[in-house]
């Protein structure tokens, strides 16, 4: 008997439930394949990340006395996908059966499903027990329900884990303490950075390969230094909740020139990898708390983008089903514009956030939602080709986190499945959350004329476009009340600067 697991490549974590009943002689099979390196055109980081912690993982694993067989990208025979290699693995081992553990997506889950077929041997699929809420939980949860709103989802989850509870109660006496967050970043302030990693032996060799095979992808290899091993993950983790968690909460929203991590963990590629367990994650902030470095507002924030809004979406995804990715209730159909892949803008919040997407393959949540997922909306893009981009541009995007995040958080593409009103700004936002507005080219206070900041007339133009969707969306009234008040002129005047602007993107 020979049983052969597979591992994918988010599923480094050494409590894998495939590992947990692998017999000892088992072989455990490690697949680089070109499919997963190229179906979107991945940021660099992104691939060097994965298949560096994926060469390390390997070998702890073989440190540990298990029996690895590795498929390096560069392999002369491989197939290049997972249905390939799983079937050469499995001749070439006399494999009896195969466990392995349910993908995190539809499309690699599909492929799983042709495994059996495609070898003759039987194939059992575990559950990904790594999650706090199992997909079936989410479904009993969400079938039936009117509103699938995060929060409530959050509550359950926190009484179902114990964190921050006191008995039924949450501890401090609120759920949430977000009216304590969301400040402005005080002139001069400082963010201490987070803690990087050099590249060791096994990554430089990745990157020379990465950049040689997919060197012509969008986005920067220098200065990778993501965390690639559990051991250094769990220092990242130490680091943030030792000197960052405290301030995360206070400038949670907020944008500075300059700055592109502030006080958030930078925690999702390794949570997203495995890493890093969330429940260990949110324990280690719930302890800063009772250790008191760290303030309720800080620790109850991150701990609620956790366990609640990264269960949710991962639940969501699998509610939601495989047409989810092809949604676009607003019918969007423009083309994504070149300056996401790097084409100069003189719209400093917007190059801000694709230079910082170009050199870390990271953009902080509020530049996703609010400046590069908030403009491609406006401008009508075509939702479908929005998610490929953060798919392809972000270290931690892999569909069941990304999808929701765009096609129903940024893109109101799946109606209101995920997000109650469409999260659509104009300039006064960006001005009131960031300090990009005052260097930038143009002038945030208005609304028409050469210098104009564009997001003023794409917000009021994205509204008249699509009121006869959205104007019975009660959370907004008081935006269509406000396009109301201006005079048939100044509507006029607004919408044909809006059109200029979609006429020079084009
Ligand atoms: P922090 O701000 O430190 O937050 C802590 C952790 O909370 C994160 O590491 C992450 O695991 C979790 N988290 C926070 N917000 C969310 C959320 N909305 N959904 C799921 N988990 C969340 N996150 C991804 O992991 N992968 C993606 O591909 C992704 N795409 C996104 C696309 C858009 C348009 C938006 C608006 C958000 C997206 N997010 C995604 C969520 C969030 O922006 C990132 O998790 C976060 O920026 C990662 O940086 P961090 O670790 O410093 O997060
Ligand atoms: Fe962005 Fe407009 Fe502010 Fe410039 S003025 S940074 S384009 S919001």
């Known amino acids: ?25 088992a072989i455990i099979l490690m697949m680089e394949v070109a499919t997963e390196a190229t179906y979107v055109p991945h940021h660099p980081q992104k691939i060097a990340l994965f298949f560096s912690a994926m060469r390390h993982f390997a070998e702890e694993l073989r440190a540990a006395g298990r029996r690895v067989d590795y498929i390096a990208i560069d392999d002369p025979e491989n197939t290049g996908d997972f249905s390939g290699e799983v079937t050469r693995a499995a001749a070439r081992h006399r494999a009896t059966n195969i466990i392995t553990v349910a993908a995190g997506e539809w499309r690699v889950q599909t492929s799983q499903q042709t495994w059996a077929d495609a ?120 680091d943030f909740i030792t000197h960052r968690l405290a301030g995360f909460g ?29 429940l260990e994650v949110c324990q280690a902030a719930e302890a800063a708390y009772h250790a008191g470095t760290a303030p309720l507002n800080a620790v109850e924030g991150f701990i609620r983008q956790i366990l ?21 209730h607003l019918g969007a159909t423009r083309p994504l514009p070149a ?38 909306m406006l401008v009508g893009t075509d939702p479908h080709e929005v998610s490929r981009w953060y798919l392809a541009a972000y270290a931690d995007a892999i569909e069941w986190v990304e999808a929701p995040n765009v096609i129903g958080m940024s893109q109101f593409a799946d109606g209101g499945l995920m997000a109650t009103k469409p999260y659509a700004a104009g300039g006064a936002y960006v001005n009131r959350m960031s300090d990009h507005c005052k ?16 997001f003023n007339s794409l917000y009021w133009d994205f509204l008249a476009r699509h009121e006869d969707t959205l104007k019975n969306n009660q959370r907004l009234w008081r935006m269509y009340d406000g396009w109301r008040r201006f005079a048939p002129d100044e509507q006029t005047r607004i919408r044909e600067q809006a059109a200029t602007f979609l006429a020079t993107l084009a």
């Open 308 to 328: 609640g809004w990264r269960e949710y979406v991962r639940g969501l995804y699998w509610f939601a089903g495989p047409d989810y990715m092809a949604r676009n």
């Open 1 to 25: 008997m020979t049983t052969l697991i597979p591992i994918l490549g988010d599923q480094l974590s050494h409590s894998l439930a495939s590992l947990r009943v692998a017999p000892e002689n």
């Open 439 to 454: 260097p930038c080219k143009y002038d945030v206070k208005q609304r028409t004329g050469p210098n104009a900041c564009p």
């Open 339 to 376: 300056l996401y892949w790097g084409a100069p803008t003189d719209m400093l919040c917007l190059s801000q956030a694709v230079d910082a997407t170009r050199r870390n393959a990271m953009a902080h949540h509020i530049q996703r939602l609010m400046i590069l997922g908030n403009f491609a």
């Open 250 to 278: 206070d400038y949670q929203d907020a944008m500075v020139t300059g700055e592109d991590v502030l006080n958030h963990s930078l925690l999702s590629p390794a949570l997203n990898t495995g890493l890093l367990l969330p």
């Open 119 to 238: 070898t003759q041997i039987p194939v059992q699929i575990l559950d990904d027990d790594r999650f706090l809420c199992s997909i079936n939980q989410f479904m009993a949860w969400a079938k039936g329900r009117k509103r699938m709103i995060m929060e409530d989802f959050y509550r359950i989850m926190r009484r179902q884990t114990g964190l921050l509870m006191d008995g039924d109660q949450p501890l401090g006496g609120q759920w949430n303490y977000d009216q304590e967050n969301r400040k402005s970043v005080p002139k001069g302030h400082k963010f201490r950075p987070p803690l990087r990693f050099a590249p060791d032996a096994i990554t430089a060799e990745v990157i020379e390969t990465v950049a040689a095979r997919f060197g012509n992808h969008f986005g920067s290899l220098d200065g990778f230094g993501w965390a690639v091993t559990r051991e250094q993950a769990l220092a990242a983790l130490d």
